[in-house]
């Protein structure tokens, strides 16, 4: 399920580090997390589409290990990003 092309903009300049940043770190979180969301959704109404939620696994996956590269590299950022992202309560 991908993103439409105005929600990836609008995603990117949100979180963009430096003005022609199209890919860091945060974009990336930022990204997967719209993805995951809309995956989300899509799992509580198709409860039987397992290739959807083995797809939705590997996203949370790689997020994880996103986030966990965002955090050995600078916890103050890894604590805004979540807190932004509203995810890890």
Known sequence: MPLLQE?????????QVH???TG???VQVAMLTARISRLSDH??????????RRGLLKMIGQRKRLLAYINKQDNDRYRQLIQRLGIRG
């Not at 929600?7 to 979180?15: G, L, T, V």
């Not at 799992?43 to 959807?52: G, Y």
């Open 24 to 26: 860091s770190a945060d």
């Open 19 to 21: 003005e022609t940043d």
């Open 7 to 15: 929600k990836k903009q609008e995603i990117i300049s949100d979180y």
């Open 43 to 52: 799992l509580k109404i198709n409860k039987k589409d397992h290739a959807s």
